[in-house]
């Protein structure tokens, strides 16, 4: 893919103004920590239910009428293809979400429910990136990537313009830090735009922490081979992208890692002092900072991503203790 | 108990301006029901997880100076003992709260967490009223009742203020329709006075539908003898109070009961599209709302009053599908 421009904070600017005119701000709870006032972006309260919602409309409404008249395609079977879907629907625009074959019923209605059209695939034998990459071709739509593209980073950042000012308007500390889930790193880049002053911590699976790796190396390594299995859906990306990692190794951003089971700890501590459903990717953020992998300071901002969750496998995680 | 006088909408408009002055706004979330725009109020995410944090701050900051110091007692296992536990602590005031010896520990915890003192007692042999009213004698501490009483019925009408202002600002039609949870019908009472213009329909569980059957008769009729049991333990109150039932009598309330089966439909209907956890009581006007009780027009607003739930009950209602 050719990258036509670098993402920028005036870039960042311009999406939260296109996105404060359509959705209202996610809540910003604020909880204390060890009697510090600690802030939680509530981004899984996004109609969709997580960020992807952001760039989606960032990208889509930068289309120009010709290009909206062909439309977008997307491959996702989580909440990039509803985030697509949506801001598809709201701009009158014609959207193709690949999907594998045997995606979650609820994933599917749900794309489908927006009035997107889905495009299914054989997970074994096909590749959904050439499938996405033929119907863009042949139909002249253009093709969003779920992180690897200046508009999605910029728009991701949004979230960061908008918890600033939420921040401010609660007469808290400025962010001084952002820990933040991280799979190809759209968000984190984006947040990493919209609040220069902030240190910035990414935060993935173990065994799925090739972010950390890569800034640590300097240079982006893939996550290795045979990962260990993990609940986070929606951060299993195995490269990151050269457009996020600039940006963040730029920026000195630095990466932790977390077993599942404090993810589990994460997302059975949001249900009952947030009263928030915070998928396992969503939760990885709040998960470093209950396993005392974040200091607790003024100024702290944790992300929470997404609240897509399987509604049995969910359950399982309230209902246990480990 | 002498009522000293009737609650105002006055009182709803003096208690919203005093309650924006310290708790942000909860969120109101717009969800397209066949086609029209329906508003859910979530009062679960306020810091205690319930609505009642309203009425106990607009009650205590009502309080002089000395009573400040000799400070307050309430009975209540559940959100309202949450509720008068964050105020007291808030403004300093001591507070008193008469807990059943056998509460769950979480709640115990939870209220000792925030510096209330805990008085318990053994259901089966003690008065919790008795209890109560022995201790703010000996004090001189106020009694700070659940819902039978002035300031925690504008308290709690101050949700309405700001559900109003929400309806406006995101430019949809004014509340025509409330549908609210019902126990005490202190935060029915409250919205009756704060949205003059909108039909008012209580929610009670199957059972426990005494509200609806006073407002049909015109005079209030307790709970009968051996209620079925319910999850809803927030509404589990056996007669309502004058003070309540007669604003809600006057203003043409109406009444529906919902059952076990719809109450968590709606838990698990909230987790999946809202990405919120709701209480069974909480959740009781969504029930009916999804059940097809209520009929789908512009202005509807439904209250989702709380979101402190027993995390393994909890889990078996988002586990199951009955």
């Known amino acids: 893919m ?19 005119a359509i959705l209202p701000q996610t809540p910003l709870f604020v909880s204390k920590i060890h009697g510090v006032p600690v802030c939680f972006k509530a981004e899984s309260l996004q109609p969709v239910g997580a ?7 960032h990208r889509l409404t930068a289309l120009d009428g010709e290009a909206r008249e062909r439309g977008v395609v997307a491959f996702s079977s989580g909440n990039h293809a509803q985030g697509v ?8 625009m014609p959207a193709v979400i690949v999907m594998p074959a045997d995606a979650p019923p609820v994933k599917l209605e749900a794309t489908l429910a927006m009035g997107a059209e889905v495009v299914r695939y054989d ?17 002249r739509a253009v093709l969003v990537p779920s992180f690897d593209d200046p508009w999605i980073i910029e728009g991701q950042g949004s979230a960061g313009i908008e918890a600033m000012t939420q921040m401010v308007e609660a007469k808290l500390a400025d962010p001084t830090q952002v820990v933040v889930p991280c799979g190809g790193g759209g968000l984190a880049a ?50 990151v992208s050269p457009l ?61 991503s997404g609240g897509n969750v399987d509604p049995q496998a969910y359950a399982a995680v309230l209902g246990s203790k480990d």
């Open 2 to 20: 050719t990258i036509l421009r670098r993402p920028t904070r005036a870039g960042v600017r311009d999406a939260a103004a296109k996105i404060a």
């Open 51 to 57: 960020f992807k919602i952001r760039g989606a409309w």
């Open 85 to 92: 879907a949506w801001a598809a629907r709201k701009l009158g």
């Open 123 to 139: 997970r074994a034998t096909e590749s959904r990136e050439k499938i996405a990459a033929h119907l863009a071709h042949a139909r």
């Open 190 to 239: 984006g947040l990493a735009l919209a609040l220069p002053d902030a240190e910035i911590v990414v935060v993935e699976p173990e065994g799925w922490d090739d972010m950390r790796r890569s800034l640590e190396a300097g240079w982006i390594e893939p996550v290795g081979d045979n990962p260990p299995p993990t609940a986070c859906d929606a951060l299993q990306t195995k490269e």
């Open 244 to 304: 996020t990692f600039d940006v963040l190794s730029r920026r000195g951003a630095t990466g932790l890692a977390v077993s599942e089971a404090e993810i589990r700890e994460a997302q059975r501590w949001a249900a009952a002092k947030l009263r928030m459903v915070v998928e396992p990717g969503g939760a990885v953020a709040l998960a470093a900072l209950l396993a005392g992998k974040i200091e607790v300071k003024p100024g702290l901002l944790i992300i929470l």
